[in-house]
């Protein structure tokens, strides 16, 4: 699509200009550079992405918290159809080891992915590759939970523009125990592209 | 407890379970992004979690009662190949070792996730905790 007709230079917008400049597409869906010099992309986000040569082993990383509710339980059961008599029957759980429903394993999981996100500034990940996890004790309604990380190490691989990334994580409750743990792999863009 | 439920001793090793199928849908990527802030931005990608979290639930469409699972206990889990809005999923798994405890039995579990071409997506190990059988009264 054209833009608005216009001869020679654009003038800067400006009260007395409102009609050029009115369009969303000339702001927008072109990038170009911030004050900081990096370039906006399409969704106004900054690039701020850190890439595999600037990640350093033994970094860490602390999330903000977030109180896991029996919404979110009830809205996972309903997403992923696991309706377990842990998750969904409280009189069944008041007489359990736990007395009362706890969160879906995999929806903490899920949770510390999003809180992990929250934590650092955005890697350039290409892929989540794999995991090797632990369940050391429940998310009840009401815990709230944050995620602790730690760059444990990183290795190159066949392709030369990226790396692996691997980290070690904590998921912690309001006490402090650790609720899970375990290690995820991250396949993150190298800046140079090999 | 009423229904049927599939007990520590009910458990065969080697046994193949494939479950019915399961189209992933913007729907799906929608909510499981909301509810739990994981799963980049665009929206035709399924979050690498997501297709794990529909297994837990597909693990139970398959023709056996529910397994009695008192907890769970770990995995390792492999992404091979990304998904997208679209793809139908189907989850196969079977029981590779048993071990009785006092507590109840641990049962390890080998799942499959498989897309609708017969590609091998996610796979890896799950640990169970799964309660024995109640003695008659």
Redo the contacts between chains.
């Keep these: 699509m054209p833009g608005p007709p216009h001869r020679g230079r654009r003038p800067p917008p400006g009260p007395e200009t409102p009609e050029l400049y009115a369009p969303s597409r000339c702001y927008v869906k072109r990038a170009r550079p911030s004050a900081a010099g990096r370039v906006v992309s399409y969704a106004g986000m900054i690039d701020g992405r850190r890439y595999f040569e600037e990640i350093q082993v033994g970094e860490e990383y602390e999330s903000p918290g977030r109180t896991v509710t029996e919404t979110d339980i009830v809205l996972f059961a309903g997403l992923s159809g696991d309706y377990n008599v842990l998750h969904t029957d409280a009189e069944f759980m008041r007489q359990s080891i736990f007395g009362e429903r706890i969160a879906h394993g995999v929806l903490g999981l899920a949770i510390q992915a999003g809180l992990f996100t929250r934590a650092t500034q955005p890697y350039a990940t290409l892929a989540f590759v794999g995991l090797r996890w632990k369940f050391k004790g429940p998310i009840k309604i009401g815990d709230t939970i944050r995620v602790w990380a730690r760059v444990l190490a990183k290795k190159d691989t066949a392709k030369p523009d990226r790396g692996l990334v691997t980290l070690d994580r904590k998921v912690l409750n309001q006490r402090g125990e650790v609720v899970q743990e375990g290690e995820t792999d991250l396949l993150v863009e190298r800046r140079s592209g090999g | 407890?009423a229904g049927e439920r599939h007990y520590f001793e009910d458990v065969v090793i080697g046994d193949e379970r494939v479950s019915t199928g399961l189209t992933i849908t913007e729907a799906?990527v929608g909510?499981?992004r909301?509810?739990?802030?994981?799963?980049g931005?665009h929206p035709q990608a399924v979050p690498?979690?997501l297709p794990?979290?529909?297994s837990?639930?597909?693990?139970?469409?398959v023709p056996r009662p529910?397994l009695a699972?008192?907890?769970?206990?770990?995995?390792?889990?492999?992404?091979l190949q990304?998904l997208r809005v679209g793809d139908t999923i189907r989850t196969s798994s079977r029981a590779t070792t048993r071990r009785r405890m006092r507590e109840g039995g641990v049962v390890i579990e080998e799942r499959e996730i498989i897309d609708q071409r017969g590609v091998v997506v996610q796979r890896g190990r799950f640990t169970f905790l799964i309660e024995h059988r109640p003695h008659a009264t």
């Design positions: 407890m799906h909510l499981y909301g509810v739990t802030g994981d799963g931005e690498e979690l794990l979290a529909l837990t639930g597909l693990g139970w469409r529910p699972v008192k907890a769970f206990l770990g995995f390792d889990w492999e992404i990304p």
